[in-house]
């Protein structure tokens, strides 16, 4: 036989383990995302199940409208959660927005601008990449420059590309795609919830996110929001499968959506009055995506926001006082992550496996041309705390020091403290 060969499957060491009982060693993950979910979400998560059309169960749907609403600042009454990862929710806005051959400019400064790319070809769309170094971010004129020539459809970046650790600006990014006759779709996945992000006074017509970064929950459902401009391009691409047609059903003038489980269109009618029997709703994942926006809208979103400032101007300290170097342009710096140099001499990979093993703490390394070069040290959601970052910054401190680098021993750690001292919590 020829053709690729398959994956690499190597088989269970001891296959009598499958039958133990789940029982993991409890890391704290500091890393760009995942990290350790709010206990309430896990709580939330063990509600027993109800049928997806119990009048319970639709009510809390429209309740995670409404949270939702208030987590992105909007007042799009197509603000819901899809079932599936982030970038799940990134595909379904743009295959369901998108017919092929519809042009998309994809502004990249990182990995995850390179999967806007990707999905967006895999859409069928003409696609034009315009690209910031990586550790950079855009200024809105270098966009602007690139909507005039090309004329999109759509424009698509992200507002936090976790793996350089930029944030993009976005003030002012909406009205330029308008002005041009362009939607604007961002992918928020690993900022919202630590940064702000007024989807309405930014005028951005298709956000997307995930639950497993600021929002302290489990990756598996992805809160989006749809302006009115963005809900109509995709409702008018409307065709309901065969055996779920209402009497007297009209299918949309647009092209049909080339996935049927992707089909946003459908979904809204699920979400909708309509209740389309469309998918079976990820029933705890909703539970969990309601409680993660319940406690952000509890804390409130200035307080979240400056709560997640501290614990980037504490992990920034923290390394700077260990003798480290940051990466990347520090006045674009997603408040939630920070890249920081391997130093030299250094095992970049082999100091993680220590942190991990020792110390039960996970932080991460990053893509392409920043792999075992920068760590990402994440402190967001339920672990943009004092004790989390005071504690991977102690546990780092002495690990490096075991790998050699030359540093003031306990110096990271005491400016880190100093940092939340000063600046409160
Ligand atoms: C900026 C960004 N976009 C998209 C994704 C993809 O998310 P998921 O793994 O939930 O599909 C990630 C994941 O880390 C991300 O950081």
Not at 229 to 248: K, W
Request: charged share 15%; hydrophobic share 45%; net charge neutral.
């Amino acid at each position: 036989m020829t053709g690729t060969p398959l994956p690499p499957l190597s088989p269970l060491a001891r296959p009598a383990s499958a039958l133990d009982e789940l029982h993991f060693a409890p890391r704290l993950l500091m890393g760009p995302g995942p990290i350790n979910a709010d206990p309430r979400v896990l709580k939330a998560m063990s509600s027993q199940l109800l049928g997806q059309f119990d009048p319970q169960f639709r009510r809390m749907m429209r309740e995670t409208m409404v949270l939702y609403r208030q987590f992105f600042e909007t007042q799009n009454d197509w603000t819901l959660v899809l079932d599936g990862t982030a970038r799940s929710a990134i595909e379904m806005v743009m295959l369901s927005a998108i017919e092929p051959g519809d042009k998309v400019l994809v502004c990249s400064f990182g990995r995850f601008g390179q999967l806007l790319n990707e999905i967006a070809q895999r859409c069928a769309a003409k696609v034009r990449v315009v690209q910031a170094p990586w550790g950079t971010v855009f200024d809105l004129a270098q966009i602007e420059a690139a909507i005039k020539d090309f004329s999109p459809k759509l424009v698509a970046v992200c507002q936090g590309d976790t793996s350089t650790t930029m944030l993009q600006p976005l003030d002012g990014l909406g009205a330029l795609c308008h002005r041009y006759g362009a939607m604007l779709q961002v992918d928020a996945t690993a900022s919202c919830g630590g940064t702000p992000l007024p989807v309405d006074a930014w005028h951005i017509d298709a956000v997307t996110a995930g639950l497993q970064k600021c929002l302290a929950g489990p990756s598996g459902a992805s809160p989006i929001s749809l302006s009115q401009a963005m809900a109509s391009a995709i409702y008018r691409r409307r065709h309901i499968e065969d055996g779920l047609q209402p009497a007297g059903y009209m299918p949309g003038a647009g092209q049909r959506i080339a996935s049927n489980y992707m089909d946003l269109a459908m979904v809204m009618d699920y979400w909708s009055d309509a209740g389309l029997n469309h998918h079976t709703e990820a029933t705890t994942m909703l539970y969990g995506a309601r409680e993660c926006a319940r406690i952000f809208v509890q804390e409130g979103l200035p307080a979240a926001y400056a709560r997640h400032a501290a614990a980037s101007r504490a992990v920034v300290a923290g390394v700077q006082g260990m003798n480290l170097k940051l990466y990347g342009d520090q006045a674009n710096k997603m408040p939630n992550v920070t890249g920081v140099y391997v130093p030299d001499g250094v095992n970049g990979d082999k100091l993680r496996a220590a942190l991990l093993n020792d110390f039960n703490i996970e932080i991460g390394t990053s893509f392409g041309p920043l792999a075992g070069k920068v760590w990402r040290i994440g402190a967001m959601g339920y672990n943009a705390r004092p004790d989390c970052v005071l504690q991977t910054l102690a546990a780092l401190e002495v690990v490096l020091a075991a790998e050699g680098h030359r540093f003031s021993r306990g110096a990271g750690v005491d400016a880190a403290y100093a940092s939340y001292k000063d600046g409160g919590h």
